[in-house]
Nanobody
Framework: QVQLVESGGGSVQAGGSLSLSCLGSGYTYDSYCMGWFRQVPGKEREGVAVIHTGRGRTDYAASVKGRFTISQDNNENTVYLQMTSLKAEDTAMYYC???????????????????????WGQGTQVTVSS
């Protein structure tokens, strides 16, 4: 079955950097959507960055554009999130997610909404202290 395993995360002071990794398994597609989402208690899960692994297109939430970079290593079925200039408001549980639907695989743009993604990792905590 499809499995996503995140690693990285942790605690850092404001202005610092962290990297997250997400290793996918249980599927053989080369072209699909992967995304990073985050959630704080009491709030909805929000899209942070997404990438179409076949087209290479990336999209970012306005709040992280210019600070976060999503990238991929298709050979390793891994997606990364490089986070720089971190702010206290970036503190959240971060999840990676996969959208393997045919329509998404054939498209060139990935969605930023959590309900478009059927497969999720267990999450990794990012804490930024000011």
């Amino acid at each position: 079955q499809v499995q996503l395993v995140e690693s990285g995360g942790g605690s850092v002071q404001a202005g610092g950097s962290l990297s997250l990794s997400c290793l996918g398994s249980g599927y053989t597609y080369d072209s699909y959507c992967m995304g990073w989402f985050r959630q704080v208690p009491g709030k909805e899960r929000e899209g942070v960055a997404v990438i179409h692994t076949g087209r290479g297109r990336t999209d970012y939430a306005a709040s992280v554009k210019g600070r976060f970079t999503i990238s991929q290593d298709n050979n390793e079925n891994t997606v990364y999130l490089q986070m720089t200039s971190l702010k206290a408001e970036d503190t959240a549980m971060y999840y990676c997610a996969a959208d393997l639907r045919l329509g998404s695989r054939l498209s060139s743009q990935c969605g930023m909404f959590a309900d478009q993604y059927a497969y999720w990792g267990q999450g990794t905590q990012v804490t930024v202290s000011s």
